[in-house]
């Protein structure tokens, strides 16, 4: 260490306005109560050098552990300037902002426009202060008072951080503790990957203290009213170099060391210098579905005794991605092992995203169904019946020959939306459709609606329309997917366990409910934080719900099963509304799928389920098995097929 005498007299004229500290500059609140004026005489250890600025440490840190002891100064001349490094003791003065690059984010304080009136000394030594030993362990449930002790609240959006600017309780609420130490230097010991890094390579992770909700790939998964405020994020390294953007759920890293930052809507940490993988888990992939179909395998009819239903959101699906087609393809066959009957979501129109009229979907289908036929042949599945069914009702039909090597051959059925009334990617059309295996099922008394045709419920129950649109003219489904009713019957032969009959008609419904656009960061301004799209999906919900209501109300035995992508969690009010109007049962509850297992996505620092499977309360009881397959969750982004991951389930529907 070393002394540095010869600023002595600058220091001393530098005094003619009152010295503040560092903690003083933070206060115990999330905006400085120094706001917008310009301070003197701040006195702080540097402990890194970013490309915009540097980071301050208190020299004699405080005890208030509310109010943290490090402050960003930035400018881009001081962050160039080689005279000052780590460790150096320095004096300076300047303006203090609270910086935010949207209005949706939360402030950061720092001072702007530094300028350095003072080194005091030289090579200090600067310790990290490490999370969860130095500091407190972070929150693991609540992000912030203004929450109101729900983070997914309907209404959201009722009060901003930066209006109400509450007194930090950082050993309460996740929020309060990031913002506790936004501009400290802090290690992270054994950290974990929670998600996959985005494009640039930023990585949620979790260090060695307490975290709820973690399933067996060591991710977090979200549940009621905790959506993991524990987790922060790994930013950009300070020294120029990129994290790596392949690390997967579940890797384990190196030991962090970097500054607590805000921007881009969450706290992170700046890490000195890249993030390293030291392991990863295996197997890297999970194992193909347990659940295979007795059914299909019976021979000489279908079998009730063991029908399995699939569900798959295959991202913006269309034919002329060939890598896309057989990826897809290649987890129907190998991982989903050719369900019975498949709903699958996001399917688009013949050529994608170009916006020309076209919404029919046969060719987009039609190659989805031979790439499966190819890869089950290769793989030795069998299939009984070599029809297919177009969207149009059409019978066009591939050849076959009745053989363990001739494939599974799936038939298809969906109505083709108005042109760009559906949302998603513009020009794809997208919609929901159902991939069945012909040798099992068929629809029940077949007749297919069109996009304007109202399906209804008739004694019975039977369906006016099957396949038909739900309540397609309802506002529900502005820039939306309709949901899709069909009902079905096992194919004659061994409809029950004696032999006779085709065992119980099966009511589904394929949902793609309205998506999260528009919603706000978990760490942002509006608390509760804003739920995009909330108010179209519980109208949604409750369109969805009346319809299925009225098939109970004609037969409160009666098969019925939901599935697809509701673009919402099991504990929202538009999924809880729609399981109480509709009188369904949370397959995942039924089959006692573990509450940290159930995950078909990841999404920030969550692993989080937005695709469900709904079943009734007869069905429940029917259920053999429900898995899901973590085939996209578990992989690097590069390697996923989608940004879902499908599930599978399986039923005695004697």
């Not at 399906?455 to 038909?468: H, T």
């Not at 969750?633 to 389930?649: I, M, N, Q, R």
Request: proline share 6%; with cysteine; hydrophobic share 35%.
């Amino acid at each position: 260490m070393k002394t540095i005498g010869s600023f002595a007299a600058i220091l001393v004229a530098a005094t003619s306005a009152a010295a503040q500290s560092i903690a003083q500059i933070n206060g115990d609140r999330f905006l400085s109560p120094f706001n917008g004026q310009t301070v003197a005489n701040v006195t702080g250890v540097v402990t890194a050098k970013g490309p915009d600025g540097i980071w301050l440490r208190s020299v004699k840190p405080g005890r208030d552990k509310r109010v943290s002891d490090g402050l960003y100064l930035y400018g881009s001349a001081l962050a160039s300037n080689a005279s000052i490094s780590v460790g150096d003791v320095i004096v300076v003065g300047g303006k203090v902002s609270e910086y935010r690059s949207s209005k949706d984010y939360l402030y950061m304080t720092e001072l702007g426009s530094p300028r350095v009136t003072a080194v005091l000394e030289r090579g200090r030594a600067v310790k990290p202060r490490v999370i969860g030993r130095d500091t407190p362990s972070p929150p693991t449930r609540q992000y912030t008072a203004l929450d109101n002790g729900d983070v997914f609240g309907v209404p959201n959006n009722q009060s901003l951080v930066s209006a109400a600017n509450p007194r930090l309780e950082p050993e309460k609420y996740g929020l309060d503790f990031w913002e506790s130490l936004v501009g400290e230097l802090v290690t992270i010991e054994s950290p974990r990957a929670i998600a996959k890094p985005n494009q640039y390579g930023d990585t949620w992770v979790v260090g060695d203290w307490a975290a709820t909700g973690a399933n067996a790939r060591t991710g977090l998964t979200m549940s009621d009213r905790d959506a993991n405020p524990e987790a922060i994020i790994i930013g950009t390294p300070l020294d120029g170099s990129d994290n790596p953007t392949d690390t997967r759920l579940g890797d384990r890293l190196s030991t962090i060391t970097g500054v607590v930052y805000q921007a881009f809507g969450f706290y992170r940490v700046l890490p000195l210098t890249r993030v390293t993988v030291t392991s990863s888990l295996s197997p890297a992939v999970p194992p193909p579905t347990a659940l295979t179909s007795s059914a299909a395998a019976s021979g000489g009819g279908a079998s009730c005794g063991g029908v399995t239903v699939g569900s798959y959101n295959v991202e913006n699906f269309y034919a002329g991605d060939a890598a896309h087609v057989q990826a897809v393809a290649r987890h129907i066959v190998q991982y989903m092992r050719t369900p019975d009957l498949v709903a699958v979501q996001e399917i688009q129109d013949n050529d994608g995203e170009t916006d020309d009229g076209v919404v029919d979907a046969d060719a987009t289908l039609d190659a989805l169904v031979g790439a499966i036929l190819s890869l089950s042949s290769a793989n030795g599945t069998s299939n009984s019946t070599g029809s297919r069914s177009s969207g149009g009702g059409g019978g066009a039909r591939y050849p076959y020959t009745n053989s363990s090597t001739a494939g599974v051959l799936y038939n298809y059925t969906y109505i083709s939306p108005p042109n760009d009334v559906s949302g998603g990617a513009p020009g794809g059309n997208i919609r929901v459709a159902y991939l069945y295996r012909a040798d099992v099922l068929r629809l029940r008394n077949a007749n297919k609606g069109s996009a304007e045709l109202a399906n209804e419920v008739l004694p019975g129950p039977e369906l006016k329309y099957n396949p038909g649109y739900v309540d397609p003219a309802n506002a529900a489904w502005e820039d939306s997917r309709r949901p899709l009713a069909a009902v079905w019957e096992l194919v004659s032969g061994n409809g029950t366990r004696n032999g006779n009959g085709t065992g119980k008609p099966l009511f589904t419904i394929n949902v793609h409910w309205t998506s999260k656009g528009g919603s706000s960061s978990l760490h942002g301004d509006a608390r509760p934080p804003v739920n995009g799209g909330v108010e179209g999906r519980l109208a949604q919900a409750e369109v969805t719900a009346s319809f299925i209501a009225d098939i109970l109300a004609e037969d409160p035995s009666a098969y019925v099963l939901t599935a697809g992508d509701y673009n919402e969690f099991a504990f929202a009010r538009p999924v809880e509304d729609f399981a109480s109007r509709s009188g369904l049962v949370d397959l995942d509850a039924a089959a006692g799928i573990p509450s940290a297992e159930r995950y078909t996505y990841l999404f920030d620092m969550n692993s989080q389920e937005l695709d469900h499977v709904f079943v009734s309360p007869g069905l429940a009881a029917a259920t053999l098995g429900f898995e899901h397959l973590h085939v996209n969750t578990w992989v690097s982004y590069d390697d996923a097929t989608s940004d879902h991951d499908p599930s599978v389930g399986k039923f005695d529907l004697c």
